[in-house]
């Protein structure tokens, strides 16, 4: 079974022309499809299937990858521990490079505090995507293995795209956390344009999201200051792209993140058309298949309704464990009520 050379390697570029994009498809040799790495599922019907929802159409990976080009800002969701999806998020960093944009690729595994290490890491003359993640600690981040995301940062490299720190510190998430957007700083506020809240049918449509992902176990009291964070991420991850997008060399902006981040009724699309108006967005949500769901419309949301994502490419599944069941000690913790100690209210 193949995996993506993580050796440094430069991809080639051919321009989007205005000759539109049957003269890209015949001329711009696109990277190798990998091949899978999930073992579950792969006999579905829809596994490789890519299904635009705006028009309700199947499409090529191909026609993808000559579509996006078109967006300022290209976001890639993921379920973070399918090796599948990093895969061809990779492989769609190198079709977007290959069509002639110059994608900064901002990673929400990366935050604020750890762009140092990052940059210095970039600037030694022998940096690759195989050191990359040591370099930055990512042993310690709670993540999936690096050996995982190494084949996005070698696009990126390959490509000679900036890579960026996309999240918010955890100790400003944990702030957040504890006393609420409101209570951080104006600055802050301003920066993000956390001034702004959700409409109803937003907070419900998280709220549902929050407590389907944590199998019912969240308690409710919890619901509004977790809202926060996601909420303050998104913004930073809006941010990033934007800033990113402005570096030298760089044209447009690639976020690799959860797919809830990526949704285009809540998520970072939403905080990208008001702190970046104009631009062209297009988001890709890559959908473990389900042996029960063997058509589109069977995946709900993700699938029905064009505002959540443009196109969900359907992939094997990592495995067959239940997550309520596989996180079940953790879940529990959520459960209990937090310990007191003296002083606490």
């Known amino acids: 079974m193949s995996r993506i050379n993580p050796a440094r390697r430069r991809v080639r570029a051919c321009p989007l022309s205005a000759v539109l994009i049957a003269l890209f498809l015949q001329s711009c040799a696109l990277p190798t499809l990998p091949e899978w790495r999930s073992a579950h599922g792969r006999d579905h019907p829809l596994v490789g ?3 635009r929802t705006s028009d309700g159409q199947f499409v090529a990976p191909a026609t993808l990858a000559a579509e996006l080009p078109r967006a300022d800002f290209v976001l890639l969701g993921e379920k973070h ?29 990366l935050s604020e505090d750890q762009a140092p290490r990052l940059a210095a890491y970039l600037a030694r003359p022998d940096a690759g995507a195989a050191g990359l993640g ?15 995301y190494a084949p996005i940062a070698d696009a990126a490299l390959a490509g000679h795209a900036p890579i960026v720190a996309a999240d ?13 957007i409101a209570a951080q700083p104006a600055d802050l506020i301003a920066r993000l344009a956390l001034d702004v809240p959700y409409v109803a049918a937003q907070t419900a449509s998280l709220e549902t999201e929050l407590i389907d992902e944590h199998c019912g176990a969240l308690p409710r009291a919890s619901l509004p200051r977790m809202l926060d964070v996601q909420r303050a991420r998104d913004a930073a991850f809006a ?4 800033v990113g997008a402005q570096l030298p060399g760089a044209d447009s902006a690639v976020l690799i993140a959860g797919s809830g981040h990526v ?10 058309r008001r702190l970046a108006p104009g631009r062209a967005i297009a988001t890709v949500a890559f959908v473990e298949i389900d042996d029960e769901r063997r058509m589109p419309g069977d995946y709900g949301a993700a699938v029905g309704e064009p505002s959540a994502f443009d196109y969900v490419w359907f992939t094997p599944r990592v495995d067959d464990a239940d997550p309520c ?16 100690t003296p002083g606490q209210n």
């Open 49 to 51: 299937i890519i299904y």
């Open 81 to 109: 521990d399918n090796p599948d999806h990093h895969s061809l998020q990779a492989w769609l960093v190198r079709a977007l490079i290959g069509a002639g944009r110059h994608p900064a690729v901002a990673l929400e595994m």
């Open 134 to 148: 040591p370099a930055v600690g990512w042993e310690r981040s709670g993540w999936p293995a690096w050996p995982d």
């Open 168 to 180: 918010l510190p955890r100790a400003l998430q944990r702030a957040i956390g504890r006393d609420g």
């Open 239 to 242: 941010r990033a792209m934007i």
């Open 263 to 272: 949704r285009g009724d809540r998520g970072v699309p939403w905080h990208l």
């Open 325 to 340: 069941v596989k996180f079940r000690e953790q879940l529990q913790r959520l459960r209990q009520p937090p310990a007191t």
